[in-house]
């Protein structure tokens, strides 16, 4: 059991302000299909900067199992 961000996708506007934050390389991933990120959650240390990063409250901080 660890933790991750995880985005939720009706409120990503793919404005990718949260890749620039994120210092774990290729942990968000922008879906150039969707224009939305998603969240690897086996990259992600739940830092949290992204979801300081970003303006839309798209990103959680959830439990994974
Ligand atoms: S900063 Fe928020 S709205 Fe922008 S791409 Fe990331 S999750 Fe989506
Ligand atoms: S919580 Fe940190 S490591 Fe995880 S995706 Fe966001 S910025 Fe990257």
Sequence with gaps: ???AAE???EKCKGCKLCIFSCPEP???IFKP????VSIDPK???ACGLCLEACKFLAVTI???K
């Design 33 to 36: 299909a969707k224009k939305k």
């Design 1 to 3: 059991m660890y933790f």
């Design 7 to 9: 985005v939720e996708q």
């Design 26 to 28: 290729n942990a968000i």
């Design 62 to 64: 959830t439990q994974v």
């Design 43 to 45: 990259r992600c240390k």
